[in-house]
C-alpha cells in the first residue's frame, strides 16, 4: 500500500474517532447538565419555601430548619426582590462595586437578567402554596447556574478542542514522518546512483583522452568528451541531492541561457526556445548545477506536453522580495485539479515515466534554495506556465527589472 494511501486511511479514521468521541461527549455532557440543571431549579424550590417560612414564622415555625435550608445554599447565586421589586437579600453573588448605589444598581440589572432567562420563582406569602394575585404580598426569588454547573456545560467543548489539537498533531506527525521517509529514499536513491555511475565515468574519461592522444583530428571524440561530461554532471548532481549542497552567489542570465543552449541542442528543429531577461543582472544564491537541472526538467516535461512541436519561453525579472523564474509551453495543458499532484513523486503521463523529475525539482527549489515552485497557470490544449520564486539575496544584491529583452 502507497504512503499516500495510508495517510488518506489514517486521517479519515481519525477524523471519524474525532466525531464519534465529540458527538458522545457532548450527548453525555448534555444529558448531566440537563439533570443538574433540574437537581438545582428544586433545590431553589426548597429554599424559596424555606424563606416563606422565615418570612412568615410564628411559634410553631422550625427557624433552625429553614435557616439550615437557607444557609447550605453555598453555590447557586441568587436576589431576592420584594413585590415592589426592591433587592431584599442576595448569596453568592461577588460584587466589586464601590458604594452602595451602585451595588444596588448591579444587583437590580442581574436580577432582571436572571428573570429573562426563566430563572425566577414567584413566592406567595399571603397564601402558601397558590399563584401570586393582585393584592398578595410576594418576593420573586431569582437565581443562576451555578459556576460548577456552567463550567461543565463548557467542558465538551474544550474536549472536543483538545481532541481536534490531537488529531490535527497526529497527521502533522504522520506527514513529518512520511516526508522524513522520502528524504531518506531520496539521500540513498541519490548517493547510490552517483557511486555506480563513478566508476564508468571515470573510465569513459580515460578512454576519451585516450583516443583524443591517437586520434587529434577526429571530429567525433570532441562531442564523445561533451557526453562523457555531461554524465559526470549529472552524477555529479546526484551526489549533490545526496547531501547539501553549497550555494554561491550566481547571475541568473548565463546560467539559464546555458540551459537553453543545452535544450536547443538536444530537442528538434520544431522546439523553439525563447528567453526574456532583463539587461541588468539578476543576482541570487543558488546551487548551479542542481538549479540547471530544475529548469532543464521543466523545459523537458515542456518537450514531451508539446509533444516534439512548439514553443518554450524562459522568463526572468526581479520584483521587490523575489526572484522570478517562469517557464511557458504551448503543450496540452494541465487540469487544476492536478496543479498540486504532479509535484508527487510517482505522479506521471507518461507511459515510461518514473514520476520523479518534478518531485525532484520542488525538493531542490524549496529545501536547498527555500524558495517555492508552482503551476502558475495553466489551460488544456493552449499551453502551461511553471513559475519559481526565489528570495532576494539579504544585501538586495541585482537589478529591479521587468521582462524586457528576447533573446
Known sequence: MQWTDRIRQVK???????VVIAAVSLVISYLLVRDLSHEERNRMVVWAEAMRSLSSADENTDIYLALKVINGNNTIPVIVLDAQGNVETYRNITIKAETAADTLRYLQQRAES????????????????????PGDDYLVICYEESSMLRRLASYPYVQLGVVGLFVVVAIFALLSSKRAEQNRVWVGLSKETAHQLGTPISSLMAWTAILREAYPDDELIPEMDKDVKRLELIADRFSKIGSQPEVAREDLRPLLERTADYIRRRSSDKVVVACDMPDDPVVVDVCAPLFEWVV???????????????????RLRRETA???????????????????????????????????????????????????IFVKSSELGVGTTFRIELHVPSDGVGAASRFSSTR
Open 322 to 372: 523575489h526572484i522570478i523564474i517562469e517557464v511557458s509551453d504551448t503543450g496540452k495543458g494541465i487540469s487544476k485539479r492536478h496543479f498540486k499532484t504532479v509535484f508527487s513523486p510517482g505522479y506521471t503521463t507518461k507511459k515510461r515515466g518514473w514520476g520523479l523529475g518534478l518531485s525532484l525539482a520542488k525538493r531542490i527549489v524549496e529545501e536547498y534554495h527555500k524558495g517555492h
Open 114 to 133: 436572571m428573570r429573562q432567562a426563566g430563572y425566577a420563582i414567584d413566592l406567595n406569602l399571603t397564601d402558601a402554596g397558590q399563584e401570586v394575585r
Open 296 to 314: 532543464e526538467n521543466l523545459c523537458k516535461n515542456a518537450i514531451d506536453a508539446m509533444s516534439g512541436k512548439g514553443v518554450i519561453t524562459i
Open 12 to 18: 479519515i479514521v481519525l477524523l471519524v474517532s474525532a
